[in-house]
């Protein structure tokens, strides 16, 4: 079995790496990982129904789809991630407990006392500390959890927390528990880095066919091309969603404007622009320009930047409709 960990924290990257692993290696793997701030989202989910926009794009958090399903996730550098890929054999999908023990082992270590809870979390006194999610491809299995040890609550919950828009459609939704960090339950306090020193070293001293692995430059290389192919493009963490449904409204000084979409791989199949304002032009060509375009604020602008904005809703600004459009207002 191979242990692996590095210093890379580009989310695109540790992403891309554990579908690397899963898909080009034939040994056992243990994977110890660390992300900047990022909102991963499952794989079947509609992006724009978990995260807040707003507030990601305000604090620079990436979005990135992994390649199993569950619920949306904050990941920060206080947050360790662990990922188990194996050969696959029945029984093993969604047996948790298996993938998960080792890691209450290691925290009943540490005299904190976690433990499986429901499907797919770990707890300490009912509170969730990790979650878990697994996918099968080919003849492997990967499994991987968060261990949230000194996270930014604030971080967890603005990003986390979808802005009241009305959006309809089947993606996954996420389930939200109350949540700690392990740092809380400690008796004896560590930093981030300690603990998964740890962990580590845990896994070296209980598995004894463990041995460490370190990336080569061919490792990195064949990762990279993952996250320029894949995990850093949009059309992979937003146009993926499902389906749905799209409708937001405001009331300017100059009247009311209501916009409702139907989407479909991240673009705009079908779009009316409702309201009491006035106009010069109608409103159909601006409706027809935006079909087919994607759903995203540098899209829309461009669509709409043929357009004197003015003539078709009067008073009304590019940049409010794009905003109007896409959700993509800031927050105050």
Known sequence: MLLITHDFTDPYFNLASEEYFLREFNEEIIYLWRNDNAVIVGKHQNTIEEVNQQYIDRQGIKVVRRLTGGG??????????????????????????????????????LDVNAQLNGRNDITIDGLKFSGNAQAVVGSRIMHHGTLLFSS??????????????????????????????????????????????????????????????????????????????????WDWNYGSSPKYTFSNQKKYDFGLVDVRLNVASGKIEEIKIFGDYFAIKDIEEIESSLKGCLHEPDAVARALGAFNIEEYISHMSPEELVQLITDSSPEL
């Open 152 to 233: 930014n609550p604030s971080h967890i919950e603005g990003a986390l927390k979808p802005s009241q828009l009305k959006i309809e459609s089947k993606g996954v939704k996420s389930v939200r528990s109350r949540i700690t960090n392990i740092s809380s339950h400690l008796a004896k306090a560590m930093t981030t880095e300690e603990f998964m020193s740890g962990l580590y070293e845990f896994f070296m001293k209980t598995l004894p066919d463990c041995k460490p692995y370190s990336l080569s430059s061919h490792d990195i290389s064949q990762i990279q091309n993952l996250v320029e192919t894949r995990y850093s493009r």
């Open 72 to 109: 949306a996730v904050f990941h920060d550098i206080d947050n360790i991630n662990y990922s188990v890929i194996l050969p696959y054999e029945s029984g093993l999908f969604s047996n948790y407990a298996f993938f998960t023990d080792p890691i209450c082992e290691y925290l009943n270590s």
